[in-house]
């Protein structure tokens, strides 16, 4: 199970960083259809393209969201931004020991097509900021290589 976690935090990890921002006419009829039938209403802010699969970044019930669809309109998995508060307390903890000339800036509840749950705490001091993933207990799993926000700018 560990090594399953960690192959998702990875796929995540790399999948992130290959990301490409492409416009809505590039993203394929299947993948707009099950987003639409998933997400009726919702409005998508920004499409990326993460090696072969598609994210939609939207906001669902006025929380940032979203979702990993792959070219046959098959959903991988949906990401929701949460309150620092509402992440396991060993993810702060662990943070606050390990990351402790950082700010926690961002949480994310990540949760796969088979229902697998891992949180996401970005750490941030000034321009430079990474990702650590946590499984659903607040177990470290990995973190992601430093960026800067230069870095990040589409």
């Given at each position: 199970?560990?090594?399953?976690?960690?192959?998702?935090?990875?796929?995540?990890?790399?999948?992130?960083?290959?990301?490409?921002k492409i416009n809505e006419s590039e993203?394929?009829?299947?993948?707009?259809?099950?987003?639409?039938?998933?997400?009726?209403?919702?409005?998508?802010?920004?499409?990326?393209?993460?090696?072969?699969?598609?994210?939609?970044?939207?906001?669902?019930?006025?929380?940032?969201?979203?979702?990993?669809?792959?070219?046959?309109?098959?959903?991988?998995?949906?990401?929701?931004?949460?309150?620092?508060?509402?992440?396991?307390?060993?993810?702060?903890?662990?943070?606050?020991?390990?990351?402790?000339?950082?700010?926690?800036?961002?949480?994310?509840?990540?949760?796969?097509?088979?229902?697998?749950?891992?949180?996401?705490?970005?750490?941030?001091?000034?321009?430079?900021?990474?990702?650590?993933?946590?499984?659903?207990?607040?177990?470290?799993?990995?973190?992601?290589?430093?960026?800067?926000?230069?870095?990040?700018?589409?």
């Open positions: 199970m560990k090594t399953t976690l960690i192959m998702l935090a990875s796929v995540l990890t790399f999948g992130c960083a290959n990301a490409q993203v394929p009829a299947k993948v707009k259809e099950a987003f639409a039938k998933k997400y009726p209403g919702a409005k998508v802010e920004k499409w990326e393209k993460e090696n072969a699969d598609y994210e939609a970044e939207f906001e669902l019930n006025k929380v940032e969201s979203s979702v990993v669809i792959d070219a046959n309109g098959n959903f991988k998995e949906t990401e929701q931004e949460i309150k620092s508060s509402e992440l396991p307390k060993g993810v702060t903890d662990y943070c606050a020991k390990n990351f402790a000339d950082y700010k926690l800036d961002e949480a994310a509840k990540i949760t796969d097509a088979s229902g697998k749950v891992t949180f996401e705490a970005e750490m941030k001091k000034g321009k430079e900021h990474f990702d650590a993933i946590f499984d659903d207990k607040g177990n470290f799993i990995k973190k992601s290589a430093p960026a800067t926000t230069e870095e990040d700018k589409d």
